[in-house]
């Protein structure tokens, strides 16, 4: 194997000379460049998707642990449909069948269809997970609420989440993580984020190892950053007395 | 509003196309399944040996493999495999060998967990009645984590299957592949994705239906 080329990332992209600065100027950009922007769309895709998941899981969540049967159907049939098919066959269908389907959408940039496709995926984990935190609590805690005349919402609101919420952080936080490592999969709908970077990087500068290991690097560091996020809101939000919730 | 037309999807298409890609799913998520589970148990036996040597570049390698999205990891062994054995090799084969490795870090998790699952004095009568190491882990332990944990094991396959469609990255011949290509030769790709995800949906969901089911029958009473 040849030896390291790292200089390659501050190449001009179109002329392949060497930036002295190692970022383009007049126009023209470097790898460097290009690879801070595909981190740029790594993350908004990531966190906007986040976004879309976090409310559509939880609601699907809490239907599921409402007593109305046909909510709890809704929610079943939500998580079971975006949790058995494939994330790459849910983007294509994202990307090629929902604008045939419905006119409207046509105009839609292919940035917001990959970010509802990703976060209607993680929606379906993120329900079972807000499913399993509300069931974990103690009967009674409902009960509770209920007795004390809060309505169906409120002991929602004010009794039943707050604590199904401090119970799953730790699963969200590993969900959050996967939803960086997933986003990868915005590369075949042609989303410049880190993914297509490196296939494209590869092919044109043939220094693989250099682009595949900034680019891996890159969605180490970014789900690091979440994991360290989640930790603080972890420790933040602790309920004293609690087993769980502890720092590292 | 488009008009959906299906009719293009005779028999004739069904075995020209799709079959093919089938099979290597199916192949693909076998192969990594039982490769995977093996080196998986190894890995996990490594990280709970207690010896440094042997715990480090376990932990190393699963943590690696689970930090990385499995396209970067598909693009990885795609890039190094021919560097290091000399010779280009297909993108099939390649999935193959990627597939097993990256699911190896994730089985090893599971087995981890369910070999922590299995109650210390079970290890500790292994040891009282004689038997070594290798005969405690093989035939008391072992036995018990696997029990504990095939209904989390076979969930990771059926993710596993699912994941196998990734090997769009480099072109291999899968099952979404199959559809793609017919999709594009009789310029219907609105249809051939929307039979994809419905085919993709029923061997998944009637797959954690049977694992659900498996749940409840082999729950140890305790």
């Known amino acids: 194997m040849s030896s390291w080329d790292w200089q390659v990332f501050c190449k001009e992209t179109t002329s392949g000379d060497v930036a002295p600065s190692c970022f383009g100027s007049g126009g023209d950009i470097t790898y460097l460049d290009w690879l801070l922007s595909a981190w740029g769309w ?3 895709v990531s966190v906007l998707a986040l976004l879309v998941a976090l409310l559509l899981g939880s609601l699907m969540g809490i239907l599921r642990t409402t007593p109305h049967r046909g909510l709890v159907l809704l929610g079943n049939a939500w998580t079971e449909l975006f949790r058995n098919i494939p994330l790459l066959v849910q983007i294509f269908l994202w990307y090629h069948v929902v604008p045939a389907l419905i ?3 046509r105009d839609v940039p292919s940035f917001v269809l990959v970010v509802m496709g990703l976060g209607l995926f993680t929606s379906a984990r993120i329900s079972e997970q807000v499913r399993a935190g509300i069931q974990s609590l103690a009967g009674g805690q409902r009960m509770a609420g209920l007795a004390m005349g809060f309505t169906l919402p409120q002991t929602y609101r004010h009794v039943l989440l707050p604590m199904a919420y ?6 969200l ?3 959050s993580m996967n939803i960086i490592k997933n986003s990868s999969v915005a590369f075949a709908v042609s989303i410049s984020e880190l993914t297509l970077f490196a296939l494209q990087a590869q092919e044109e500068t043939s220094r693989g190892v250099e682009v595949y290991l900034a680019v891996s690097g890159l969605y180490f560091i970014s789900a690091f950053a979440i994991n360290r996020a989640a930790l603080f809101i972890e420790n933040r939000v602790r309920v004293p007395g609690m087993i769980g919730g502890g720092g590292h | 509003m488009l008009a959906l037309d299906f009719a293009f999807f005779t028999p004739d298409v069904i075995s020209g196309y799709i079959v093919k890609g089938f099979i290597f799913s199916l192949q693909l998520t076998i192969v990594a399944m039982l490769g995977g589970i093996v080196l998986g148990t190894l890995l996990a036996l490594m990280r709970l040996s207690g010896k440094t040597w042997l715990v480090m570049p376990a932990a190393a390698y699963v943590n690696t493999m689970r930090s990385v999205p499995l396209v970067m990891v598909i693009l990885w062994f795609f890039l190094l495999i021919p560097l290091v054995i000399g010779r280009p090799l297909g993108a099939e084969t390649s999935a193959l060998i990627t597939f097993t490795l990256f699911e190896a870090a994730y089985y090893s998790e599971i087995m981890r ?9 079970q290890v500790a009568a292994g040891y009282a009645l004689g038997m070594s190491y290798r005969q405690t882990m093989g035939l008391v332990v ?14 990771q396959t059926i993710i596993l299957f699912q994941d196998t469609s990734l090997v769009y990255a480099i072109g291999a011949y899968d099952l979404l592949k199959g559809f793609e290509i017919a999709g594009k030769n009789f310029n219907r790709p609105v249809e051939t994705y ?7 949906f029923i061997i998944s969901f009637s797959l954690s239906m049977l694992v659900r089911k498996l749940q409840q029958r082999i729950a140890i009473v305790r």
């Open chain 1, 42 to 44: 790594t993350l908004s």
């Open chain 1, 103 to 105: 006119p409207p959408l």
């Open chain 1, 166 to 171: 401090r119970i799953i952080i730790p699963p």
């Open chain 1, 173 to 175: 936080t590993s969900e």
């Open chain 2, 113 to 121: 967990a369910g070999i922590q699952s299995v109650s210390r004095g």
């Open chain 2, 142 to 155: 072992l036995p018990q984590a696997f029990r504990n944990m095939l209904p989390v094991l076979l969930t």
């Open chain 2, 194 to 200: 929307l039979v994809a995800a419905v085919l993709y």
